[in-house]
């Protein structure tokens, strides 16, 4: 029954982000939002695929630490964040309605919790589980949300910015490395650092949230 229960944390989340949006915005347009949401149910089939093949491959686990970096770093971090990457970047942040570094947070969180909600049912029903499993199902949906900001925050300044295709890529390679960071720290299975880690991603979260709010569309 708990682990059922940590199923509901992603969707929690996410109706958290509509209705702070749609108080804050009461006149709002929130389709795109839901679109996003769209977005991050389709690109978990095939992280669903890849986590699949990792398996086969048997690289998941902590059976080894170079299989544990490859898993963590690349199977993981790079193609979570990879996947979100690509309709944020490639259609969100063309529409018209897209501002700029806040509006790449909505969206990129957007995204994230509605990948993390597919990915925890598989995960939950037929993962291959591993070291801290039940860390995982807990943090998965507010961790991936903080790995959104670092990477909504980057290409969003990216329309509003001329070096648009080095702003994607710092969020990308920023947004990867912590992700990374994150499912090695749980296959290791060392809660104590887990929560230095995630307590130093939060406050940077908090930054560029922060940051982002006085960031015009027009800022050069």
């Known amino acids: 029954m708990e682990r059922y229960s940590t199923l509901l944390i992603s969707p929690l989340l996410f109706i958290c982000l509509y209705f702070y949006l749609k108080y804050k915005y009461p006149k709002g347009e929130f389709r795109l939002l839901f679109m996003a949401l769209l977005y991050g149910f389709i690109i978990a089939l095939p992280l669903i695929a890849l986590d699949q093949a990792a398996h086969y491959l048997r690289i998941d686990g902590a059976m080894s630490l170079r299989r544990m970096i490859m898993y963590s770093f690349i199977f993981i971090g790079f193609a979570h964040e990879f996947f979100k990457f690509l309709p944020l970047h490639y259609d969100i942040t063309r529409r018209k309605i897209f501002g700029g570094?806040?509006?790449?947070?909505?969206?990129?969180?957007?995204?994230?919790?509605?990948?993390?909600?597919?990915?925890?049912?598989?995960?939950?029903?037929?993962?291959?589980?591993?070291?801290?499993?039940?860390?995982?199902?807990?943090?998965?949906?507010?961790?991936?949300?903080?790995?959104?900001?670092?990477?909504?925050?980057?290409?969003?300044m990216g329309k509003m910015?001329?070096?648009?295709?080095?702003?994607?890529?710092?969020?990308?390679?920023?947004?990867?490395?912590?992700?990374?960071?994150?499912?090695?720290?749980?296959?290791?299975?060392?809660?104590?650092f887990f929560a230095a880690f995630a307590a130093g991603t939060l406050l940077i979260a908090a930054i560029l949230i922060h940051r982002s709010k006085y960031i015009k569309p027009d800022s050069k």
């Open 101 to 156: 570094a806040a509006d790449g947070i909505v969206y990129a969180m957007a995204i994230a919790l509605g990948l993390t909600t597919l990915f925890a049912i598989y995960y939950s029903f037929f993962g291959n589980h591993t070291e801290g499993d039940w860390l995982y199902l807990i943090t998965t949906g507010p961790m991936n949300a903080l790995f959104a900001v670092i990477l909504g925050f980057f290409t969003g």
């Open 161 to 192: 910015r001329k070096n648009r295709f080095i702003d994607s890529m710092t969020g990308l390679g920023a947004a990867t490395f912590f992700h990374g960071v994150y499912r090695f720290t749980l296959l290791s299975n060392d809660v104590l």
